[in-house]
């Protein structure tokens, strides 16, 4: 596939992205590095974080239904860390992706579903395993559950 083609195929929404995108552009950039084409290969890099950033943001989506959350905040940990590097590199592209409504629609989430909410759903893991582990009554298990509580408010 051209370099112009996959440019299209980007820019265009999709449910699904194409696997084989992915292995032309690091295909594409490899010639890149090998003819020592800086700024053709950088291009190329950002192309494939923009692919990689669309297709984590379909998976988001995906385990938020299957209702793994803490897999969906990950992922949405992982899509803002590259936006951020990405928007260094790659400034015109953000809106001419969809990287712009993507990062938009990440920070709402993430405002729904902030770090510490998150903190708080792996500490309650943490105290069940314990209380499991060390056969605690009913009522410590509460009083663990509401420290935790009470250290993020």
Partial sequence: MLLSEIKDYLQIFHLELRDDILQDLKEKKQLAVNSRDELLANEIWCLIEVYNIQKNYLKMFQR????KYEEAWLIMDKIDIS????RNNFEEGMSRYNLTFINTIIKYY?????????TVLLNQKNVQS???KHHC?????????NCIWESYA
């Fill in 64 to 67: 938020l239904k299957e209702g």
């Fill in 83 to 86: 936006m951020g590097n990405l």
């Fill in 137 to 145: 009554e009913e009522d410590v298990i509460m009083f663990l559950e």
């Fill in 130 to 132: 314990v209380v499991q």
């Fill in 110 to 118: 993430e405002k729904v579903f902030p770090d510490y909410v998150y």
